[in-house]
């Protein structure tokens, strides 16, 4: 067994039996799972909580006009005085809809106020401005000599179908649903990087401060303990990720699986031919929307670019680990690594959904510091082969480079204690 080899072998082997990580690889997808469902749980409890808001409207122009629902109930205090239906509604209401008494109706366009401690939600004060809006408008129709029942009437929703060159049918926010997809699995990259980066720096470091590493180095190359440190870590974390995605996925299923048998189960025999036939309906829709994501090219993708992404950055944390004595130094290198990182995100998120073949988007797709995230966000959009081949020969070629630079640093850093470096200190490493 070659020395390379060896060491995977034991960086392998230290991290997965390392009490950390055998907690995190199982409580994960726990934690993961029920911070799901607790947010789901706690949602649907907010939304049981109806708020009372008071109408102060002498002149009744807009107190029958808003309509009480699930979530909001509109309470008639026009009859009291406006200062006593204040101190009322200042207990135990959400707020309070003022609407003065004025010459003109239009006036109530700017004049009308809500009187409330808290802020507004904007979806609330959003539809309460449609309303008043509404209202003025059809006085308005009236005072010009026009039926506004009609107008109303004559209004028509559109409905604007979506279809294909070769006549098949179409889908609608196909385009949205691909940015999630991209965004999800780029993000995810991201993540990664960052956290099992770290985790071969802490590795680096705390040899060095072991001095483990003395003894190491005399039998090991600098560059093949470098290298056998990255492949180990990225092993035990392609290791973790699996046993996330199993367990996430029974635990996913199992927990629907109870939810669904606590529901009353006369409700599956009383299910109406009608909402059979949706749910079908549902299940086609979905089968069409994976036909149009090209699923496998993305898994592949995210495999291909997870790993050189990570060996690319992985080289970086090492030789950060190996120049520093503790993480506390370490802060001033980590911010032009994450940087990239972030700029991918962002940029990415950007570029990719106002046009993801664009020229910055195409850009940022191929040079390899970013190329892991954005080129996961272009995908699921379709991308010219040669593009994606270009990337991939770009990253790992970058890598070889990036591993040869990092390998200067390491080898000289490994063994310096003692004193923190700085850029200059560094760059005469690389000269040596």
Known sequence: ??????????????????????????????????????????????????????????????????????????????????????DSASNGYEGLIYVPVVQNVDELAQKTVYISDESPKMEFLSHLQGTIEAKLNKENLKKLGFDADKIEKAKIKSDIQVAKFSGEEGIKYLNEIKIFIGFAFG??????????????????????????????????????????????????????????????????FAATLFMGQSQEPVATAQMSAEQAELAMSFTAKIQMYLNEIPVATILAAFVVFFIGGYFLYSSF?????????????????????????????????????????????????????????????????????????????????TFIFVVWFAAKIYRVGILMYGKKPSWKELYKWLKY
Not at 34 to 49: C, D, P, Q, R, W
Not at 343 to 357: A, E, K, Q, S, W
């Open 1 to 86: 067994m070659s020395i390379l080899s060896l060491i995977i072998k034991r960086e392998f082997i230290a991290k997965v039996r390392n009490k950390s990580f055998i907690v995190m690889t199982f409580l994960g997808p726990l934690l993961i799972v029920g911070m799901t469902f607790l947010i789901a749980y706690l949602s649907s409890v907010n939304k049981g909580e109806i708020k009372k808001i008071g109408v102060h409207d002498t002149a009744k122009v807009f107190v029958n006009d808003l309509k009480s629902n699930k979530d909001i109930l509109y309470i008639d205090l026009s009859s009291m005085p406006i200062e006593k239906a204040k």
């Open 187 to 252: 993000y995810l990259i991201m993540m990664f990087i960052i956290i099992y980066g770290n985790m071969v720096m802490r590795s680096v470091i705390e040899e060095k401060t072991n001095r483990i590493i003395e003894i190491i180095i005399s039998s090991v190359k600098p560059f093949q303990l470098m290298m056998g440190k990255i492949i180990g870590t990225s092993l035990a974390g392609i290791l973790q990720f699996l046993i996330w995605i199993l367990l996430g996925g029974v635990i996913m």
């Open 317 to 397: 944390y090492a030789a950060i680990g190996a120049a520093v004595d503790s993480e506390t130094d370490s802060q001033q290198f980590l911010l032009p690594i994450i940087m990239p990182l972030m700029l991918g995100v962002y940029v990415g998120f950007i570029t990719v959904m106002n046009d993801p073949h664009g020229t910055v988007a195409t850009i940022f797709s191929i040079i390899p510091l970013t190329s892991p995230i954005v080129m996961l966000m272009r995908i699921p959009f379709g991308v010219p082969w040669w593009q994606l081949v270009l990337s991939v020969v770009l990253l790992y070629g």
